[in-house]
């Protein structure tokens, strides 16, 4: 049973950085899509990122590109989220979610949050 641990979370002023980071336990990451979703107060949850570990390719919507990059640090089955130049917008929850079985074509195109079985407990961002 695949487990996801967020941390990184916190406060920081428009313009900021923050690294979230996901810790996958219980299984490694082949043929696992992995995403970042953030859901805003009184928002459905969104896809932000996603990453096919095996092969590392990712994919960011279009208001993260330019800012915002995702990586996997295959050797300690962790996933990190850098965030760049925070803007109010992008505040909120931050999850991790993992979707074993997905092919790497239908992990880096439009996601729903339907689409993952296993989600982290989620990490706070706030933006002021």
């Known amino acids: 049973q695949v487990q996801l641990v967020e941390s990184g979370g916190g406060s920081v002023q428009a313009g900021g950085s923050l690294r979230l980071s996901c810790v996958a336990s219980g299984a490694a990451f082949s043929r696992v899509c992995m995403a970042w979703f953030r859901q805003g107060p009184g928002e459905e949850r969104e896809a932000v990122a996603s990453v096919y570990p095996t092969t590392s390719r990712a994919r960011l919507v279009d208001a993260a590109k330019g800012r915002f990059a995702v990586s996997v640090d295959h050797a300690r089955n962790r996933l990190f989220f850098e965030m760049n130049s925070l803007k109010a917008e992008d505040a909120g929850t931050y999850y991790c979610?993992?979707?074993?079985?997905?092919?790497?074509?239908?992990?880096?195109?439009?996601?729903?949050?339907?689409?993952?079985?296993?989600w982290g407990q989620g990490t706070q961002v706030t933006v002021s």
């Open positions: 979610a993992a979707a074993r079985g997905m092919s790497e074509f239908t992990c880096l195109g439009r996601l729903s949050p339907r689409d993952f079985g296993v």
